[in-house]
């Protein structure tokens, strides 16, 4: 049972390697942002709290953000590991968590996986995802807020878990083949991938 937490700017590259990671490993990927989406799409009353703040770049409140994880944590699903994007963005969040996975001796987490990449790289994906996909926080001012608010907010979680030895920092300036295979030589230096 391998569980990750993936972790990075906007436009590094998170999703696309969360998945890959998922299905090499055979875990579930707990991607909060996609929740979120899915919700906005569905709009249910989570996603109703929940878009305002997103569209204006900004984290979605903790009250609405963790019981949200922590009910997605406490699925079956999650007993054989899984890759967690997008969460915690705080250092409030680490705490939360921790607390969270406290609660349930089965769940640990075995490494929180960095992907660094240029702010000039994560311009260029984001354009290149603006030309594909449409999401409402992709505007380049909205963008460039997102990449200040993981600056100030989330940068000191990577500290945090630094501290504690758990912490990873994986080149991601490459292409997805060639990060791909530094997020393995990551895990296979922990063990926790052959
Ligand atoms: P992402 O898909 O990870 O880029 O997330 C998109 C947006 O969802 C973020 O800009 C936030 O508004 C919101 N979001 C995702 N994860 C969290 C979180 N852990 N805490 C607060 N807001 C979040």
Known sequence: MTSILLFGP???GKGT?????GETLGVPVIST??????????ETELGKLAVSYIDRGEL???T???PMVQARLSAPDVDNGFILDGFPRTIEQAHMLRDILAEDESVNIDVVLELDASEDILMQRLAKRMREEQRS???EDIFRHRIDVYRQRTEPVATYYAD?????VVDASGDIELTAERLISALKARGLAS
């Open 10 to 12: 906007p436009g590094v």
């Open 17 to 21: 390697h969360a998945k890959r990671l």
């Open 33 to 42: 942002g996609q929740i979120f989406r899915s919700n906005i799409e569905g």
């Open 60 to 62: 979605v409140p903790d």
């Open 64 to 66: 609405v953000t963790v």
């Open 137 to 139: 926080d992709d505007h």
């Open 164 to 168: 504690q030895d758990m912490l990873d």
